[in-house]
C-alpha cells in the first residue's frame, strides 16, 4: 500500500480529541510527516533518511525496506500459538508496510547507535531540539520505564535510577525499547522477538518492563 493509502484509514474517522487539548500516541502522523518530508525535499522518504540520519550517524546494518521481503539476515518475530510451535511471523506483512510509522529493520546495535545520536543531539539543534525536548504527560506504545513523558517523536523516562529519552514500539513478532541519556554517553536497546503490550499479553509484557527497567539502570550502574 502507498503512504497516501494508509493514511485514508484514518480519513474517515471523527477527531478523537480537540487538537492540542491533549496527548494520545498515533502512527498516522508519522506517515503524514513522512509526506511532507518528500514534499520539501523532493526526494523519496528513503532516500532523505539515508542521507540525513543512516550515513551520518554510521549505520551500516539499518534499512528502510520498500518491498515485501525483509533484508537478509534478520531476527526472526514470532506469535506463541499453543499447543503448536510459534509461528513466524517475521513476513506477515510487507516489510515496508508502515513506511514511516516503523519500516526501519536495523540490528540491536545499530539501533543502539541511533538513540545515542539522535536523544544525544547528533541530528539537529537549536530550536528545533528545543521544541522536541518539550514534554507533556503521556506515554509511547507500550509505555518504556519509569513515568512516561512525550515530546516531539521522542519520549522520556524517568526510573529512579536515572533518566532516558528514548522510545518504544511494537509491531506483528516484536517489540522494541531505545533509549539514551541527553548527551548520548550512556543508552540501552532492547529487542524482544514476540508482540507485546499493557494490553497484548499482559502478564508477559509485565516481565519485559522489568527488563527495559533493569537494563536502563544497569546503564547508570558505575554512578
Known sequence: MSPRQLIEYAADEDLVFPPGSR??????????IGLMVE??????????????????????????????????????GYEPAPPLPP?????????GYTWAAGAVVATPLDLNRFVRGYAGGA????????????????????PGPGTNSAGLAIFRYEADCGTMYGHTGN???????AAATL??????????????????RPEIFAKLARVNELALCAAFADD
Do not use: C, K
Open 23 to 32: 496527548y494520545e500516541y498515533s502512527n498516522s502522523d508519522n506517515v503524514l
Open 39 to 76: 514534499a520539501a525535499s523532493g526526494r523519496p522518504y528513503g532516500q532523505e533518511l539515508a542521507a540525513r540520519v543512516f550515513g551520518p550517524l554510521g549505520l551500516q546494518q539499518t534499512s528502510f525496506p520498500s518491498s515485501f521481503r525483509m533484508p537478509r539476515p534478520y531476527i526472526h
Open 87 to 95: 509461528l513466524d511471523w517475521s513476513e506477515l506483512i510487507a516489510a
Open 123 to 142: 541530528l539537529f539543534g537549536g530550536t528545533t531540539r528545543d521544541a522536541q525536548l518539550t514534554f507533556v504527560p503521556g506515554s509511547s506504545d507500550p
Open 171 to 177: 509491531i506483528f513478532g516484536y517489540t522494541q525499547f
Open 183 to 200: 548527551d548520548g554517553a550512556r543508552s540501552v536497546a532492547v529487542s524482544a522477538n514476540e508482540q507485546l503490550s499493557a494490553n497484548l
